[in-house]
């Protein structure tokens, strides 16, 4: 018997022809990491003489002499390695065993070398993942063998080395990527499997590329090997590699650092191709969330996600909405969940996939046992009954770490209607729930605000109770838990009761709720299409004033008609409120009712003290009556974002528009489609912000711009894309602006209104002194009272004078020269200069101690010379150069500082010039009337002088219409804008 097995030892010699067989068998491209001469046990004690094929990720048994496979499996196939004596294998994979051996002769540690090579390649693989969730049982005896194989996986490349021997090819070392292509150091394997089959039954390897990423090479592969375990799997499954795939995750993934895999991004493939993409992320760690949204998945990429879900540790978050699942998904999704022991499952979006009462009872089975508790759950448009909505929120109940870990609850477009205790029980425990949305769900609001008070005042900040109705029973009152929750919410942000059917005292309630609460700021309340009415109107007048934590209000559609103009007046007296959407109000008021609430509007955008900073009218039809809102934007210094789209204002609108442009310096963003603006229109629009460098953001105008489309393409495409490179434009800060331009449309309000009324004043006094001069002449007789009057007088004219020329140089006069200017500059400088020194020490100290930290790590490869040759190359490029450090501090911070300052002083100087003119007025204005007196008291002139010196009874109260008119036009009573034409 020893003859015989010696001699047939001898026939398994690895002969060149053997080898070359082998090669041209699997395929030249194939990477062949060792080739084991082995025996065979067969059933009979049947022993035969094999080559055991070591490649990347598959083990091949070939038969001798003439080369071709008996059979292989992938190493994810195996579930038990097995070695009692030091020279037999036992293999297990798919429920099938092969036992090996060797000659006692021969090289005894090659059953080592084998288990080490199959180990190995699972192990870099699939890094930090413990060795028995990827092989069921590894059972080597002698234990000292397992150790000195422990030791040999803690030190792979020492290992490598000893084995090279036997290893026909030698492995090739990690290479840097390119920026052109794949990483090499992230494919361990590029297999593609076509579904012909080769010679003898084997998957054709002709045309397949694999590769083998040295052990130094796995720790760092990006994305934790993603692209390596892939290709693992596209072999495992027999299906192509895309290498689209692994250079989307190893570039684009990794250079945003995202741990959230989306389907979406490779959905443009074929439907199969999604399963080894799934597959990866069984053995995964760097993954934690799985974004499947609107992906229509095959069955065998669903049964592909529910065996992750059952084994993967690491997955955190799961974003399931709209694909298509059923209750029959919903109920392997809960088996999955609660068949993980170590599931790390928190976050679960299954929103609008009718999944219904049936799946909503399966998934609460599993909820109630998620070790770490939900902390997101998104249920909505799901199908659900009061049933199923009571199923979950016990779930929520039941898991007693709930309380602490639920952030996020949608559980809107179900039905809840009166069955509300479950969820209420959930709500009324003190709890971290910080964004709850039951909107659409036809619950009780009343019960619901019952429980939010008992436990969710602490943390809730989002709360949408929109599309819910309160109790419309007759003479039923709003319980007092509503207006408590809203007066005691610590944290509250943002209210939505939109389309709630809100009745007045709701109303009156929901904004004394809010008036009395000192804990909260900034609240953003959306009552819009609750129909509030003319008697809506008069509570919210009433309350607005009081309500100081409120910063966007939106009461849009709610049949307000005319009696918004009162709402926007109260709005004003509120300076805690910043945003507000009037839109859907007036489409069918009278005009004499819009006219009014425009002048309210225009009131408020010209009152000095406004703060509003975003105002909507959308979808208002307001036409012509939109223009006095058009002007005013003029000389508004407040508002930045106003919408208004769907208005039908026409190209005279937007050549207003456009003149408002060229004067207004705050406004950012402007939407305006759906407004009948011609290709004239938007071409004036263009020509208005050529001279406009603040506005940022104007939408595509989509539904203006298509009919333009329809008259003339190529000039509608030329205006737009003018309209979006001016806007561009916008966005990047030059040294555009010194204050000139904004002081002289101030100077151009002022002469355009008060700057007339003091011209008209002071020729009305002149003529009234001369009238007075004339009469004392022609009576030959002075009054020393009326002479100090005129005199008087004429020094006023004189200081009006001064005034004026004063008004219109006047921001030359506070403006600092070019020595200031230039004081201003160098003290930047000297700033960039410093923040250059801090700079690059910072990266001085950073560069020592990357070079500190290699040293230590590498002291062997790190050689004097090498050292110096990084730290070189580190001095070269670890520099921010002092021209980018001036840009950004001179060019980009110092011209928004400017600005600020010109603002400032244009401030300054159009406070002193108002009050100035006004004082001048009132002074004129007086003295006016004291020189018409001193004319009416004099009875001793003769009648002929008396009709030259009085006015008739009609001219005299023409004369003082005018100028009661003339006053009426100052500053503080102009509401028109000088664009008006």
Same mark, same amino acid.
């Given at each position: 018997m020893p003859n015989t097995v010696q001699s047939s030892?001898?026939?398994?010699?690895?002969?060149?022809?053997?080898?070359?067989?082998?090669?041209? +068998?699997?395929?030249?491209?194939?990477?062949? #990491?060792?080739?084991?001469?082995?025996?065979?046990?067969?059933?009979?004690?049947?022993?035969?003489?094999?080559?055991? !094929?070591?490649?990347?990720?598959?083990?091949?048994?070939?038969?001798?002499?003439?080369?071709?496979?008996?059979?292989?499996?992938?190493?994810?196939?195996?579930?038990?390695?097995?070695?009692?004596?030091?020279?037999?294998?036992?293999?297990?994979?798919?429920?099938?065993?092969?036992?090996?051996?060797?000659?006692?002769?021969?090289?005894?540690?090659?059953?080592d070398k084998m288990i080490g090579t199959l180990l190995t390649a699972l192990t870099d693989t699939f890094p930090g993942i413990p060795l028995t969730q990827l092989v069921r049982r590894v059972d080597v005896s002698p234990t000292s063998r397992m150790s000195a194989l422990d030791i040999c996986l803690e030190q792979k490349s020492g290992c490598l080395n000893e084995w090279e021997s036997t290893v026909t090819t030698s492995l090739p070392c990690p290479k840097s990527r390119s920026s052109s292509s794949l990483s090499e150091e992230a494919l361990a394997v590029r297999t593609c499997l076509p579904n012909n089959a080769g010679p003898s039954g084997l998957p054709s390897y002709q045309n397949t590329t694999v590769s083998y990423v040295g052990p130094s090479g796995t720790t760092s592969s990006p994305c934790g090997g993603f692209s390596t375990q892939y290709a693992w799997m596209c072999d495992l499954h027999g299906l192509p590699y895309r290498e689209e795939v692994a250079w989307d995750v190893d570039t684009i993934y990794?250079?945003?650092?995202?741990?959230?895999?989306? %389907?979406?991004?490779?959905?443009?493939?074929?439907?199969?191709?999604?399963?080894p993409i799934l597959s990866a992320l069984e053995y995964n760690t760097w993954f934690k969330t799985l974004r499947l949204s609107n992906v229509k998945l095959s069955q065998e990429a669903i049964e592909r996600f529910l065996h992750i879900i059952r084994k993967s540790q690491t997955i955190e978050e799961l974003f399931l909405d709209n694909i298509g699942a059923k209750a029959d998904f919903a109920l392997k999704l809960s088996f999955a969940l609660s068949s993980n022991s170590n599931s790390q499952v928190h976050t679960i979006d299954l929103s609008h996939n009718m999944i219904e009462d049936k799946g909503a009872i399966h998934l609460s089975n599993s909820l109630a046992k998620l070790c770490r508790g939900p902390v997101w759950l998104n249920m909505a448009q799901c199908g659900l009954s009061p049933k199923g909505v009571a199923q979950l929120a016990q779930a929520l109940v039941l898991n007693k770490s709930s309380v602490s870990s639920l952030t996020h609850l949608n559980l809107s477009g179900n039905s809840v209607k009166d069955d509300v205790n479950n969820l209420c029980n959930f709500l009324a425990q003190p709890n971290a729930v910080s964004e709850l949305d039951l909107s659409g769900t036809d619950c009780v609001l009343e019960t619901v605000f019952g429980a939010l008070v008992r436990?969710?005042?602490?943390? %809730?900040?989002?709360?949408?109770?929109?599309? $819910? $109705? /309160?109790?419309?029973?007759?003479?039923?009152?709003?319980?007092?838990? /509503?207006?408590?929750?809203?007066? *005691?919410?610590?944290?509250?942000?943002?209210?939505?009761?939109?389309?709630?059917?809100?009745?007045?005292?709701?109303?009156?309630?929901? &904004? %004394?709720? +809010?008036?009395?609460?000192?804990?909260?700021?900034?609240?953003? #309340?959306?009552?819009?299409? $609750?129909?509030?009415?003319?008697?809506?109107?008069?509570?919210?007048?009433s309350c607005l004033p009081t309500i100081k934590c409120l910063s966007s209000l939106d009461i849009s559609e709610n049949n307000l008609e005319g009696e918004l103009a009162a709402i926007v007046t109260a709005a004003s007296k509120n300076k805690s409120l910043k945003h507000m959407n009037l839109g859907k109000n007036l489409q069918s008021t009278k005009p004499k009712h819009v006219a009014q609430v425009m002048e309210a509007i225009v009131q408020v955008l010209q009152d000095?003290?406004?703060?509003?900073?975003s105002l909507s009218l959308a979808d208002s039809k307001l036409k012509v009556e939109l223009y006095s809102v058009i002007n005013a934007l003029g000389s508004n210094q407040c508002?930045?974002?106003?919408?208004?789209?769907?208005?039908?204002?026409?190209?005279? =609108?937007?050549?207003?528009?456009?003149?408002?442009?060229?004067?207004?310096?705050?406004?950012?963003?402007?939407?305006?489609?759906?407004?009948?603006?011609? &290709?004239?229109? /938007?071409?004036?629009?263009?020509?208005? &912000?050529?001279?406009?460098?603040?506005?940022?953001?104007?939408?595509?105008?989509?539904?203006?711009?298509?009919?333009?489309?329809?008259?003339?393409?190529?000039?509608?495409?030329?205006?737009?894309?003018?309209?979006?490179?001016?806007?561009?434009?916008?966005?990047?800060?030059?040294?555009?602006?010194?204050?000139?331009?904004?002081?002289?449309?101030? @100077? =151009?309000?002022?002469?355009?209104?008060?700057?007339?009324?003091?011209?008209?004043?002071?020729?009305?006094?002149?003529?009234?002194?001369? *009238?007075?001069?004339?009469?004392?002449?022609?009576?030959?007789?002075?009054?020393?009272?009326?002479?100090?009057?005129?005199?008087?007088?004429?020094?006023l004219i004189k200081d009006s004078e001064n005034a004026k020329q004063l008004v219109l140089n006047l921001y030359d006069i506070l403006e600092p020269k070019r020595e200031g200017w230039k004081a201003l500059e160098c003290k930047l400088a000297q700033i960039a200069e410093e923040l250059q020194n801090v700079l690059s020490e910072h990266l001085h100290v950073n560069m020592?101690?990357?070079?500190?930290?290699?040293?230590?790590?590498?002291?062997?490869?790190?050689?004097?010379?090498?050292?110096t040759e990084i730290r070189e190359g580190?001095? @070269?490029?670890?520099?921010?150069? @002092?021209?980018?450090?001036?840009?950004?501090?001179?060019?980009?911070?110092?011209?928004?500082?400017? @600005?600020?300052?010109?603002?400032?002083?244009?401030?300054?100087?159009?406070?002193?010039?108002?009050?100035? !003119?006004?004082? !001048?007025?009132?002074?004129?204005?007086?003295?006016?009337?004291?020189?018409?007196?001193?004319?009416?008291?004099?009875?001793?002139?003769?009648?002929?002088?008396?009709?030259?010196?009085?006015?008739?009874?009609?001219?005299?109260?023409?004369?003082? =219409?005018?100028?009661? $008119?003339?006053?009426?036009?100052?500053?503080?009573?102009?509401?028109?804008?000088?664009?008006?034409?």
């Amino acid at each position: 018997m020893p003859n015989t097995v010696q001699s047939s030892w001898k026939q398994t010699t690895m002969s060149k022809e053997i080898s070359e067989g082998i090669k041209s +068998l699997l395929g030249k491209t194939v990477q062949i #990491l060792l080739k084991a001469p082995v025996k065979l046990e067969s059933k009979g004690d049947r022993i035969e003489n094999r080559i055991l !094929v070591f490649c990347p990720c598959r083990l091949f048994c070939v038969k001798i002499p003439n080369p071709r496979v008996d059979f292989h499996f992938h190493y994810l196939e195996l579930q038990s390695i097995e070695s009692k004596k030091s020279n037999n294998l036992l293999l297990t994979a798919n429920e099938k065993s092969y036992s090996f051996v060797i000659h006692e002769h021969e090289k005894v540690d090659l059953v080592d070398k084998m288990i080490g090579t199959l180990l190995t390649a699972l192990t870099d693989t699939f890094p930090g993942i413990p060795l028995t969730q990827l092989v069921r049982r590894v059972d080597v005896s002698p234990t000292s063998r397992m150790s000195a194989l422990d030791i040999c996986l803690e030190q792979k490349s020492g290992c490598l080395n000893e084995w090279e021997s036997t290893v026909t090819t030698s492995l090739p070392c990690p290479k840097s990527r390119s920026s052109s292509s794949l990483s090499e150091e992230a494919l361990a394997v590029r297999t593609c499997l076509p579904n012909n089959a080769g010679p003898s039954g084997l998957p054709s390897y002709q045309n397949t590329t694999v590769s083998y990423v040295g052990p130094s090479g796995t720790t760092s592969s990006p994305c934790g090997g993603f692209s390596t375990q892939y290709a693992w799997m596209c072999d495992l499954h027999g299906l192509p590699y895309r290498e689209e795939v692994a250079w989307d995750v190893d570039t684009i993934y990794l250079s945003h650092d995202s741990r959230e895999l989306c %389907l979406h991004d490779f959905d443009h493939l074929e439907p199969r191709d999604s399963v080894p993409i799934l597959s990866a992320l069984e053995y995964n760690t760097w993954f934690k969330t799985l974004r499947l949204s609107n992906v229509k998945l095959s069955q065998e990429a669903i049964e592909r996600f529910l065996h992750i879900i059952r084994k993967s540790q690491t997955i955190e978050e799961l974003f399931l909405d709209n694909i298509g699942a059923k209750a029959d998904f919903a109920l392997k999704l809960s088996f999955a969940l609660s068949s993980n022991s170590n599931s790390q499952v928190h976050t679960i979006d299954l929103s609008h996939n009718m999944i219904e009462d049936k799946g909503a009872i399966h998934l609460s089975n599993s909820l109630a046992k998620l070790c770490r508790g939900p902390v997101w759950l998104n249920m909505a448009q799901c199908g659900l009954s009061p049933k199923g909505v009571a199923q979950l929120a016990q779930a929520l109940v039941l898991n007693k770490s709930s309380v602490s870990s639920l952030t996020h609850l949608n559980l809107s477009g179900n039905s809840v209607k009166d069955d509300v205790n479950n969820l209420c029980n959930f709500l009324a425990q003190p709890n971290a729930v910080s964004e709850l949305d039951l909107s659409g769900t036809d619950c009780v609001l009343e019960t619901v605000f019952g429980a939010l008070v008992r436990g969710s005042t602490s943390n %809730l900040t989002t709360l949408n109770l929109s599309k $819910n $109705n /309160f109790s419309t029973k007759k003479g039923k009152e709003i319980p007092p838990s /509503f207006k408590q929750f809203l007066t *005691s919410s610590l944290a509250l942000k943002h209210l939505s009761l939109a389309s709630s059917r809100l009745s007045l005292d709701a109303l009156k309630q929901l &904004l %004394l709720g +809010l008036a009395c609460n000192e804990s909260v700021v900034e609240v953003e #309340l959306d009552v819009s299409s $609750n129909a509030l009415g003319a008697q809506g109107a008069h509570v919210l007048e009433s309350c607005l004033p009081t309500i100081k934590c409120l910063s966007s209000l939106d009461i849009s559609e709610n049949n307000l008609e005319g009696e918004l103009a009162a709402i926007v007046t109260a709005a004003s007296k509120n300076k805690s409120l910043k945003h507000m959407n009037l839109g859907k109000n007036l489409q069918s008021t009278k005009p004499k009712h819009v006219a009014q609430v425009m002048e309210a509007i225009v009131q408020v955008l010209q009152d000095e003290e406004c703060v509003l900073e975003s105002l909507s009218l959308a979808d208002s039809k307001l036409k012509v009556e939109l223009y006095s809102v058009i002007n005013a934007l003029g000389s508004n210094q407040c508002l930045q974002n106003i919408n208004i789209s769907g208005n039908h204002m026409g190209d005279v =609108g937007a050549r207003l528009l456009a003149k408002g442009l060229q004067i207004n310096s705050k406004l950012r963003s402007i939407t305006y489609d759906k407004n009948n603006i011609t &290709l004239q229109g /938007f071409s004036d629009i263009a020509y208005g &912000l050529e001279s406009n460098q603040s506005v940022r953001y104007m939408p595509f105008p989509l539904h203006d711009s298509t009919a333009c489309m329809k008259v003339s393409a190529e000039r509608t495409e030329s205006v737009m894309k003018r309209i979006q490179d001016l806007v561009h434009r916008n966005s990047f800060p030059k040294k555009r602006t010194n204050g000139h331009q904004a002081f002289r449309l101030q @100077q =151009g309000f002022l002469l355009s209104s008060a700057q007339q009324t003091v011209d008209k004043l002071v020729g009305q006094t002149q003529e009234s002194i001369e *009238s007075l001069r004339k009469a004392d002449s022609y009576v030959d007789s002075e009054d020393m009272t009326h002479e100090s009057v005129i005199t008087h007088a004429e020094k006023l004219i004189k200081d009006s004078e001064n005034a004026k020329q004063l008004v219109l140089n006047l921001y030359d006069i506070l403006e600092p020269k070019r020595e200031g200017w230039k004081a201003l500059e160098c003290k930047l400088a000297q700033i960039a200069e410093e923040l250059q020194n801090v700079l690059s020490e910072h990266l001085h100290v950073n560069m020592e101690q990357v070079i500190r930290v290699t040293e230590e790590r590498c002291p062997i490869i790190l050689s004097h010379e090498v050292k110096t040759e990084i730290r070189e190359g580190c001095l @070269q490029k670890n520099k921010i150069s @002092q021209e980018f450090v001036r840009h950004c501090l001179l060019d980009i911070s110092g011209t928004d500082i400017i @600005q600020k300052l010109n603002e400032v002083q244009l401030a300054m100087a159009g406070h002193i010039a108002d009050k100035l !003119v006004d004082t !001048v007025i009132d002074s004129l204005t007086k003295c006016q009337k004291e020189l018409k007196d001193l004319g009416q008291k004099r009875s001793s002139t003769p009648d002929v002088l008396r009709t030259r010196l009085r006015s008739s009874p009609s001219e005299s109260s023409k004369e003082a =219409g005018e100028s009661s $008119n003339v006053f009426n036009n100052s500053p503080h009573f102009a509401d028109q804008s000088p664009m008006v034409s």
